[in-house]
């Protein structure tokens, strides 16, 4: 399944759209004050792209497994501490409010850390090409 994402920045003005499976999304993120770029960094993106692949796959694999959940929490923390340096220090963790036994969320928490696709990519290393 291939995805695609977008963000076209001119003065006061983002555009991010992101597509898959040929339906597109548009997400409203705010300029910087200075009128160019994105207020949201990339590191925060990165960190909110985690806590949404983490949360949306609790709720896929509780639905596996019959177990209801009625809310999802992720919270993910990380360092970026000097430009053009990579993240460090990446943690998440999830709060769920379910019916299921303590035994059952724990399973489900573990599980889904390791089938989490965004996570995996991550632990796994991946390749960036740019095109020019």
């Known amino acids: 399944m291939k995805v695609f994402a ?3 920045n001119s003065l006061n003005t983002n555009e991010l759209v992101v597509t898959t499976k040929d339906k597109s999304k ?10 160019y770029g994105s207020a949201v960094s990339g590191g925060e993106f990165l960190l909110a792209s985690l806590a949404a692949c983490y949360c949306n796959d609790i709720y896929r694999e509780a639905a596996k497994r019959n177990i209801n959940v009625s809310e999802v929490t992720v919270e993910v923390t990380g360092n970026f501490d000097a430009e053009g340096e990579p993240g460090t220090n990446f943690e998440y963790k999830p709060v769920i409010k379910s019916t299921a036994s303590a ?3 724990r399973e489900l928490i573990a599980h889904t850390d390791q089938v989490a696709e965004i996570h995996k990519t991550l632990r ?3 390749s960036i090409g740019l095109v020019q």
């Open 6 to 8: 977008k963000i076209k």
């Open 26 to 35: 548009v997400i409203s993120v705010p300029v910087k004050a200075s009128g």
């Open 103 to 105: 035994e059952q969320l």
């Open 124 to 126: 796994k290393g991946v």
